[in-house]
């Protein structure tokens, strides 16, 4: 089982913010970083570091830590950021990475 | 335009064998770490093994003893030879260019995946 805990699913009404939770030790000492999933695809990062964005990446997309809990923020959802999207951060002992569950978003 | 593209999935018995491969371009492929991630279908992703620039190689108890990560600097490809297979080794295999910084490590891009199906 995944040391890095979400919420399986999640909504949110078209244009609104919605706030998709990561939570694990290790985010203690390491920022988490997000992936982006439709169905089909290979996963997108949208999120890096501390708040960093990959170039292509919409402002709407934000990340921010406080303990052991990591999150990807979006500031007025759009239909198409409907997606599975995934935390990664290391493993407890800091050697390996590892996923969380993901969390299935919902723009209604 | 940066690319990774994943090679080699298909039908294979329990027990058996199969040699994924990654062909990447768009960048200096052995100045960066490179990873295997795999997803069964309907579930999360898994991080399945790394290779450092060096070669130094790594894994999760899951894989460990059976699955061996490889990169050939000269033809920018990875590999990843798979034995003993599993049904529960069925999953979606993706490359991933992997990053790390003091605090925070991150994969970008992926390739599209291959398919390994583990099935009599």
């Known amino acids: 089982s995944s040391e890095l805990t979400q919420d399986p699913a999640v909504s949110v009404a078209l244009g609104q913010t919605v706030r998709i939770t990561c939570q694990g030790d290790?985010?203690?000492?390491?920022?988490a970083s997000w992936y982006q999933q439709k169905p089909g695809q290979a996963p997108v990062l949208v999120i890096y570091?501390?708040?960093n964005r990959p170039s292509g990446i919409p402002d709407r997309f934000s990340g921010s830590s406080s303990g052991n809990t990591a999150s990807l923020t979006i500031t007025g959802a759009q239909a198409e950021d409907e997606a599975d999207y995934y935390c990664?951060?290391?493993?407890?002992?800091?050697?390996?990475?590892?996923f969380g569950g993901g969390t299935k978003l919902t723009v209604l | 335009e940066v690319q990774l593209v994943e090679s080699g999935g298909g039908l294979v018995q329990p027990g058996g064998s199969l040699r994924l491969s990654c062909a990447a371009s768009g960048f200096t492929f052995s100045s960066y770490d490179m990873h295997w991630v795999r997803q069964a279908t309907g579930k999360g992703l898994e991080w399945v093994s790394a290779?450092?620039?060096?070669?130094?190689?790594y894994y999760p108890g899951s894989v460990k003893g059976r699955f061996t990560i490889s990169r050939e600097n000269a033809k920018n490809s990875l590999y990843l030879q798979m034995n003993s297979l599993r049904a529960g080794d069925t999953a979606v295999y993706y490359c991933?260019?992997?990053?790390?910084?003091?605090?925070?490590?991150?994969?970008?891009?992926w390739g599209q995946g291959t398919l390994v199906t583990v099935s009599s």
């Open positions: 290790s985010l203690r000492s390491y920022y």
């Open positions: 570091g501390k708040n």
């Open positions: 990664n951060s290391r493993d407890s002992s800091g050697n390996h990475p590892q």
């Open positions: 290779i450092g620039t060096a070669g130094d190689t």
């Open positions: 991933a260019r992997g990053r790390v910084d003091v605090d925070t490590s991150w994969f970008d891009p």
